[in-house]
């Protein structure tokens, strides 16, 4: 019993003490981000795309989030970015739209843009976006979560969420509260 227990010891140190290597697989490079900047203004533009790295076709959806009170939680109104509609109508895929080996997605996301179904007006909406970034101390952080699909016998399945490095929402504007146009 004790010599089990030392050779298992023994095993488990060897295990321990040898070096770390890098993980991987098929998921960890489906995809990749690029042309993010670090920082934003709350209401800025934001251009990004999506490159498909894999040597497959993938689906993907593209939803923004904010970091608040500790986690990450969908931006008010989410929506896939890559296809603004779904903010409104409900989707059903069929035939999805896939992203070809080596392809690119632009995207342009605005954050600021009014959903038509909100009451206020735009400027009350902006207004309101841009006051709750400037309560979050140091700065509001938003990210990108790329959800990759492949398609398997005729059904997207889910195989990884992508996270977007965060970046920071600055509160940058005039006497109103709004951003200087």
């Not at 593209?62 to 931006?75: K, M, P, Q, T, V």
Request: charged share 25%.
């Amino acid at each position: 019993m004790i010599r089990t227990l030392l050779s298992a010891c023994v095993c488990l140190l060897v295990l321990l003490g040898e070096p770390a290597r890098p993980q991987t697989s098929a998921a960890t490079t489906l995809v990749e981000i690029e042309g993010l900047k670090s920082e934003y203004p709350s209401c800025g533009h934001v251009s990004f795309s999506v490159k498909n790295t894999s040597q497959q076709d993938v689906y993907v959806e593209i939803y923004a989030e904010r970091f608040e009170s500790g986690s990450w939680n969908y931006e008010d109104y989410p929506y896939d970015l890559k296809d603004p509609k779904s903010r409104y109508v409900k989707r059903v895929l069929v035939n999805p739209e896939t992203l070809k080996p080596g392809s690119s997605l632009p995207l342009n996301y605005e954050r600021c843009l009014r959903p038509t179904f909100v009451k206020e007006s735009d400027k009350q909406y902006r207004k309101a976006i841009i006051e709750r970034d400037s309560k979050v101390s140091p700065s509001a952080l938003q990210r990108f979560r790329v959800q990759v699909y492949v398609l398997e016998q005729g059904h997207v399945k889910l195989v990884k969420n992508v996270f977007t490095e965060p970046f920071k929402r600055i509160v940058a504007g005039d006497s109103d509260g709004l951003p200087a146009q």
